[in-house]
């Protein structure tokens, strides 16, 4: 086992003193930078500050307000409406369409900027099985970093540091299966909230046949959902038969598939290939993981969760 060197989250110039910027405002709540934009100009909010260099700044507190606008806007509300209202009045309008109240993300990185999370604590509680520990640390985190930061800078490299101390022989297979199992059931229950309150096009989820490392497909999954997708989460394992079979049954908009590296290079292309060719055009076949093929006439492949996230932003 080939040990990785852990990587140093690179430094946020859009966060700002607790401040967020337009685009880290968007990733948190799923908002577009141009329809924020547009809402500050026609209703006055979110309005920020601007920084001396004219850039806009706004509180992180802004994050749960706008998450609640969101969840209204899907229940049939017109921005116009919800925007201007008290986080009283808002929360009333939720109750009232039988919407969950958004969980509040109130922050957006953990520790001082281009510093890598410290995992050291939660590597003990891995070490003695102190499961409530790893969920409760998990949970602070997705409250302080949001969604995307949580999967992409946390849950990511998390796994990955996981398997380096299993490489060092610092954890045992015991470690590595109880650690990706606390992690891999916050994934699916932070996900439960948003699929509920998903009403955009569907997307398949699921493994190639024989894979099953799932914590990346998870991430991707939450990602979704957070965006709005309605995910059907067919997971590990599947075989490209059932994925083609459920693409046609639920009418889906997209296939995304996650390859990890156990997967054979020649046998992620063929998979992929032949996936491509026999799901019908209109269905897009996105892909991601280390061990995902590259130039597969058809699919779009991701290097990371960030960017599909900005391609879904892009496209909306
Ligand atoms: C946990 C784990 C397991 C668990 C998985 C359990 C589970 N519920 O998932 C278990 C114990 C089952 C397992 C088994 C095996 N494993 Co394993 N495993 C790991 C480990 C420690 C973590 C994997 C992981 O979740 N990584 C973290 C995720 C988040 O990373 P990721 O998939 O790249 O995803 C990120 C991005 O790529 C992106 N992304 C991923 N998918 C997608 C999809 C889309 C659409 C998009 C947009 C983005 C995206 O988002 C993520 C967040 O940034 C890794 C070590 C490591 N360094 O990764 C080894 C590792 C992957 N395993 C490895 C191996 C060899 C195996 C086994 C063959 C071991 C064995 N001899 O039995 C088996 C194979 C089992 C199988 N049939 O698949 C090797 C693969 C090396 C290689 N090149 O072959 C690794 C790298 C360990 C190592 N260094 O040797 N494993």
Redesign the pocket.
């Known amino acids: 086992?080939?040990?990785?060197k852990a990587r140093r989250a690179p430094a946020r110039p859009e966060e700002d003193g607790g401040g967020l910027s337009i685009g880290a405002l968007s990733r948190a709540t799923g908002i577009p930078v141009q329809t924020l934009r547009t809402w500050e100009r026609r209703y006055g909010a979110p309005t920020p500050e601007r920084k001396p260099s004219g850039h806009r700044l706004y509180p992180v507190t802004e994050i749960e307000r706008l998450r609640a606008v969101s969840a209204l806007l899907a229940n049939g509300h017109r921005a116009a409406d919800v925007l201007p209202r008290s986080a009283s009045e808002r929360a009333g309008l939720l109750e009232a369409a039988g919407a969950d109240t958004p969980t509040a993300v109130p922050a957006l990185r953990v520790g001082p900027a281009g510093e890598a999370p410290d995992f050291g604590p939660v590597l003990q509680a891995v070490r003695r099985f102190d499961r409530a520990q790893i969920v409760a640390w998990l949970h602070a985190q997705w409250s302080r970093l949001g969604p995307l930061l949580f999967?992409?800078d946390l849950?990511?490299p998390f796994?990955?540091r996981?398997?380096?101390q299993?490489?060092d022989g610092a954890l045992e297979?015991r470690h590595?299966?109880f650690a990706?199992?606390c992690l891999?059931d916050v994934l699916r229950e932070v996900r439960e909230p948003f699929d509920r309150q998903a009403k955009g096009p569907r997307v398949i989820a699921a493994l190639l046949s024989?894979?099953?490392?799932?914590?990346?497909?998870l991430?991707?999954s939450v990602l979704l959902a957070v965006r709005g997708f309605r995910v059907v989460y067919l997971g590990?394992?599947t075989p490209a038969a059932e994925v083609i079979g459920a693409a046609k049954e639920a009418n889906v908009h997209a296939v995304?598939?996650?390859?990890?590296?156990?997967v054979p290079a020649a046998g992620a292309r063929r998979g992929i290939v032949a996936l491509r060719r026999a799901l019908p055009r209109r269905v897009a076949l996105?892909?991601?993981?280390?061990?995902?093929p590259d130039g597969v006439a058809g699919c779009v492949r991701?290097t990371?969760?960030t960017?599909?996230d900005e391609a879904i932003a892009a496209r909306r």
């Open positions: 086992m080939a040990a990785k999967l992409q849950a990511g796994l990955q996981i398997g380096e299993w490489s297979i590595e299966h990706t199992a891999t024989g894979d099953r490392h799932e914590g990346g497909l991430m991707v590990v394992d995304a598939v996650s390859v990890s590296p156990s996105w892909l991601g993981g280390s061990g995902s991701f990371s969760l960017e599909m």
